[in-house]
């Protein structure tokens, strides 16, 4: 996916009512994982995100600071994400229990 004509989110845009549930996209720009929730606010949010699994089962979540994550709007105003980790490397993260 052509993420250049994607507008980037103002810092004030990436709250849960904005980006929950927004698909994230890896290095290959395949779907690695969804938001789940958020975290604080600001530059020191965190995301929780569900990777891996299959319809709920074996999904795991992991927290991962905003500032590795470009959050966008595409062409039709739907938000999503895209960070340089892999899907491997958000697995390999701590588990988030929340």
């Not at 395949?30 to 530059?43: A, D, H, P, R, Y």
């Not at 959050?71 to 490397?89: Q, S, W, Y």
């Amino acid at each position: 996916m052509d993420h250049s004509s994607h507008k980037p989110l103002q810092a004030g845009e990436i709250i849960a009512a904005n980006v929950k549930g927004a698909d994230i996209y890896g290095p290959d720009d395949k779907v690695i994982g969804n938001v789940s929730e958020m975290l604080g606010t600001g530059q020191y949010a965190r995301a929780v995100i569900e990777v891996g699994g299959f319809f709920g089962i074996g999904v795991k979540q992991v927290t991962l600071d905003v500032s590795r994550i470009a959050f966008m709007r595409d062409g039709n105003g739907k938000i999503l994400a895209h960070t340089k980790m892999t899907k491997v490397e958000l697995k390999n993260l701590p588990e988030h229990r929340g």
